[in-house]
């Protein structure tokens, strides 16, 4: 199992290319949206962001402190996922069937094993290295149905000290008998691990039923009451994923107005509550989510892998009614743990609908526009002094092809930059990931 040490967070300066979005690059210029240092020092101090400048600025003020020399390399806060799923980390690639008939065939069998505490911990320890491994520091995950899925995740997170959410699977119907709970009992299992985990060390709990067509009015209710009782809590649910998904929720719940009306009804659509996919998602949902403050996670490999379709990026950044994203890897029916292979479809899927999006508009996605999906970005997602320690460091030539790619240095034209970070978007993996640093530890797996 990897992890960090229990020793003491030692103060020390990482030297190297410093990137992060200090803006929302959709709406103002990248000039304004990135800070960027060529030749940085990122100083940290008792696991925080305590300075960052130019080198030459700052070697003399902190000499004092260990230096960790990454020239060449591009220092970026680490990675958010704000969707996936931990219990079906081992059908990744799960082959031949659209969302439905996927769940029934391969999703429901895997999750009953996440009954047994010692299978849910070895799974969880696994899932935490991959997510490190790949640059991931803080991701929103789904756990199983059962409560001991919740325990093991969390006491991995624990060990590692790291920023993570998740919560209870709710799912009372339409799914198998060993995987369902009741509006009763998913809510006071629910309420137990709340009071147990939320808020310890740096978890939060999530709310999770898993969509609508598998939880009755009444469960969906009680999730509400949940988020009424403990109002820093986060709502996590998927939403209008697939065509056949949306008619079948129509005709589950034809006294509402739509998929985003039963969880609007039910008093699930809050600030804190983030809705994974929003593929076939109407402009009236789109108004209705801004006006929430409610976040989409984009999940594009996962989209184009079960057929769901192209989300539609654009207009969920639509000046008029914007709607905070951040990407989600949704391992299982996602095919990469990497942040940076889900910009690279998210990339493609931007493309398909003659769409740009641009290496910074990507970067943001998964740092700082997901920091704010979350919102955590007081804490995470920049490298504004005072934030959590949480940072990547990325090699523009980790792989021969890489290498060959970006022979030139990085210098201090912002366009530079831009070329060697779309090309890793597109062709980097956890190869291109050097180091991985959790509250100014480095983590070793």
């Not at 959410?165 to 299992?189: C, E, F």
């Not at 009444?218 to 994923?241: I, M």
């Not at 290496?359 to 959590?388: R, V, W």
Request: glycine share 6%; proline share 6%.
């Amino acid at each position: 199992m990897g992890q960090p040490s229990a020793a003491p967070v030692p103060s020390l300066a990482l030297r190297g290319t410093l990137l992060d979005c200090v803006a929302d690059p959709f709406f103002v210029p990248a000039a304004e949206a990135v800070r960027y240092v060529p030749d940085g020092l990122l100083v940290v101090e008792n696991g925080h962001i305590a300075a960052l400048g130019p080198f030459t600025d700052l070697q003399d003020p902190y000499a004092h402190l260990p230096l960790v020399d990454y020239s060449g390399h591009l220092i970026m806060p680490g990675f958010i996922d704000t969707h996936v799923h931990y219990p079906q980390t081992g059908m990744i690639a799960a082959y031949g069937a659209q969302l439905l008939e996927w769940l029934n065939q391969y999703t429901f069998p895997t999750e009953r094993q996440f009954q047994d505490p010692s299978h849910a911990r070895r799974i969880a320890d696994l899932f935490l290295d991959e997510l490190l491994k790949n640059g991931t520091t803080t991701a929103l995950v789904f756990a199983a149905v059962f409560p001991e899925s919740v325990e093991a995740f969390f006491e991995a997170a624990l060990a590692r000290n790291l920023r993570m959410i998740s919560g209870k699977v709710l799912m009372d119907r339409h799914a198998p008998d060993y995987l369902r709970d009741t509006p009763q009992t998913g809510y006071a299992q629910s309420k137990a691990l709340i009071e147990k985990w939320h808020g310890r060390g740096r978890l939060a709990y999530a709310v999770t039923p898993r969509f609508a067509a598998t939880s009755t009015e009444a469960q969906l209710k009680a999730a509400a009451q949940l988020l009424d009782e403990f109002p820093d809590l986060y709502l996590h649910t998927h939403l209008s994923e697939n065509v056949n998904e949306v008619a079948w929720i129509r005709e589950l719940f034809p006294q509402y107005d739509g998929y985003l009306d039963v969880y609007d009804q039910t008093g699930l659509v809050r600030e804190r509550s983030v809705f994974a996919h929003g593929v076939q998602i109407t402009e009236a949902e789109f108004r209705r989510l801004s006006e929430a403050k409610a976040a989409i996670s984009f999940c594009p490999t996962s989209n184009l892998f079960l057929g769901s379709g192209l989300f539609r990026l654009d207009r969920a950044k639509s000046a008029a009614s914007p709607v905070k994203v951040g990407l989600g890897t949704d391992v299982g029916a996602g095919t990469s743990f990497s942040l940076l292979q889900t910009a690279n479809e998210a990339y493609k899927v931007a493309q398909l609908r003659r769409q740009a999006l641009s290496p910074f508009q990507a970067l943001f996605l998964a740092t700082l526009g997901g920091a704010q999906a979350l919102c955590l970005e007081d804490k995470i997602g920049s490298f504004n002094p005072g934030n959590e320690a949480d940072i990547i460091v990325l090699n523009p030539r980790a792989t021969p092809l890489l290498a060959l790619r970006n022979q030139a240095p990085i210098t201090a034209d912002l366009a530079t930059v831009a070329d060697a970070l779309f090309s890793l978007l597109i062709m980097g993996d956890d190869r291109a990931v050097a180091a991985t640093y959790i509250l100014g530890q480095r983590f070793s797996p």
